[in-house]
DNA sequence: CTGAAAGCGCTTACAG
DNA sequence: CTGAAAGCGCTTACAG
């Protein structure tokens, strides 16, 4: 039957002019309120709903947001990262909060990005979220400063512009995790994870790890360090060369869950017990690390409040109102892999 | 400087007609050849996009399709099952190859969902993933039916609709299940997941692997069955209920691999040893079952040719085209949790 | 408080 | 092969 109900429709069963039956629906205050609520009856009754192409159309503005996950390259096609996934919740949440509408895109971080849902007013603003290796990225990201281009991206600085960046507190969760690995009674320590300036949020987090040794007399040249990318599998192969290494150690920080996963498989494999030969540690605090065995003692970063703060801080770039936060403090959670009582339930 | 650049600014440019732009942008073979790559040239120097609001509105259609995620209602807010992020992926890229743009939404299945992507024109068509009680969902569908909007959903068949449904064949799933627990000299089972009606999924999971046991004498009766929603801890709490029953197994087929996770937990927890004293086996192969330990065997279900059907049978339904496949097999993923030789690899 | 009118930026018959 | 014109369905000055 039906040809989808316009605004005219509506106007004419409820005898006055479409002008007016549009400020009714948008609830506008000038329009008398017997009127108001008479054409909103008939709207509802007809199941009409705005043409949102008609009406970003008209207005300029998409009330849509798009957020780019881009993939390490040499990561595994199908498997994403955990992390991103559950940061993908939270923003998926939060838009719906703000009533944005969220578009997701998936990307090679080596493509030309799709980056213009702006350009084609698809999206009002674009998130950006994925670990990356930082010098290639920031091309990319000058490019969309150029363009003005309204982005947030969680992680990597944005040269001349830390409001558009939100991030945790890196060095302050590798502290963490060094004071724990301390208290818990080790003092030979590896670490695990890329650590050069290509990966900004890793090498904070070795430089917290390394700060909080410092305070037990332990300098950054007694602490082996092993590249890994943030997989279970580089994790693995960068503990089997430490251990091939032959230095002794008795407690492993891995720069991300993922890696310390794969870190425990090959410990495991080798026949050496996780927490009493050596300790893991891991970043993140993804699902897996609860399902692991031993749990994995990591250091929590609050999806749920990066993603809150990731889309209020794009809008308000989109509004032009000043950012006023943009840090995340990570957090300590204890389970079972550095030999500290962890609590079964979790 | 500038506002954004439209068809209009490169018609002058060019020295053409803002028709013209249109046809040449879009690849027409109408317009001169000469003619066309100067206007694309001028385009791409201009950093030109479409507007796509205006091009949407204009051809009536939105090139975007919505996914609706919706979950249990008793699962914690932040937890989404590792499955379904995983076919969101799959999902995602499916999209991008078909030049469609995805817009994400996480729903309760308790509430009026917000699926009016459709009357909105926000989208073409709709995407509906969860496992949910099937009975709340089928009214929900049934409205969906009568607006006459284009969706597909996973797993839940929609009355009189079987093309609608794309799925595993999760009776062979279950059959599989059960022949494997079989191979690996195991006769005393028990079944962990939800069986009723309510779970159609879950249900024809069961319904395989009892059919699998009777080739070897095994009623049904003789295969208690302990209720679970898809979690972890519920898989944990049932496997408790089942060791406290005294009844005496050797073997457990969970309907999901959250659930065979809290089993095995569970076991550890009460010294039991898997696979030695219980074999465990799980649905789904999230990538949780490779890093668990040990290692979970389950049954795999294909994401990517899933995401892949559901996007490419959604655009069919829209085309007005035939639907001719709608069914994934599943297949058998061997680790160590039911006694087999596993591949340490995985 | 309400209406007539313009216009957002495209695509596509229609005419040549 | 190209152009002039209509129209997709809204929102919002402008006028009353």
């Given at each position: 039957m039906k040809d989808k109900a316009t605004s005219f429709d509506i106007a004419y069963l409820a005898g006055v002019s479409q002008s007016t039956v549009s400020r009714a629906l948008r609830d506008?205050?000038?329009?008398n309120k017997e009127t108001r609520e008479k054409v909103q009856a008939i709207a509802r009754q007809l199941n009409y709903k705005v043409d949102k192409n008609a009406s970003n159309l008209r207005k300029?503005?998409?009330?849509t947001l798009a957020l780019l996950l881009f993939e390490?390259?040499?990561?595994?096609?199908?498997?994403?990262?955990p992390f991103f996934l559950s940061m993908l919740g939270s923003i998926t949440r939060a838009c719906a909060r703000n009533g944005q509408d969220l578009l997701v895109s998936f990307q090679q971080?080596?493509?030309?990005?799709?980056?213009d849902y702006e350009d084609s007013k698809k999206a009002d603003g674009i998130i950006l979220l994925g670990y990356g290796d930082y010098v290639d990225y920031e091309e990319k990201l000058a490019k969309l400063l150029a363009q003005q281009t309204h982005f947030v991206c969680w992680g990597a600085e944005v040269l001349g512009h830390p409001e558009f960046t939100i991030r945790s507190n890196n060095w302050q969760g590798g502290y963490l995790a060094g004071e724990h690995l301390l208290n818990t009674g080790h003092r030979h320590f590896a670490f695990i994870g890329n650590?050069?300036?290509?990966?900004p949020e890793f090498s904070a987090r070795y430089q917290g790890f390394i700060d909080a040794l410092a305070k037990a007399?332990?300098?950054?040249?007694q602490v082996p360090h092993f590249d890994a990318i943030s997989t279970e599998s580089a994790g693995d192969q960068a503990t089997a060369a430490l251990l091939d290494s032959g230095v002794s150690i008795d407690a492993i920080f891995c720069a991300s869950d993922l890696i310390a996963i794969g870190v425990m498989r090959c410990l495991k494999r080798r026949g050496i017990?996780?927490?009493?030969?050596i300790a893991v540690m891991g970043f993140d605090d993804i699902p897996a690390a609860s399902f692991a065995s031993p749990g994995l003692s990591t250091i929590q970063q609050d999806t749920s409040k990066a993603g809150e703060l990731l889309v209020n801080n794009l809008l308000k770039l989109i509004n032009n109102q000043p950012i006023t936060d943009n840090l995340i403090e990570p957090k300590l959670v204890v389970r079972q892999s550095c030999g500290a009582a962890g609590n079964s339930a979790n």
């Open positions: 506008s205050p000038q329009v300029q503005r998409s009330s390490d390259p040499t990561t595994d096609e199908s498997l994403i990262n971080l080596s493509d030309d990005w799709h980056a650590a050069s300036e290509g990966s007399g332990i300098t950054p040249q017990n996780v927490p009493e030969q």
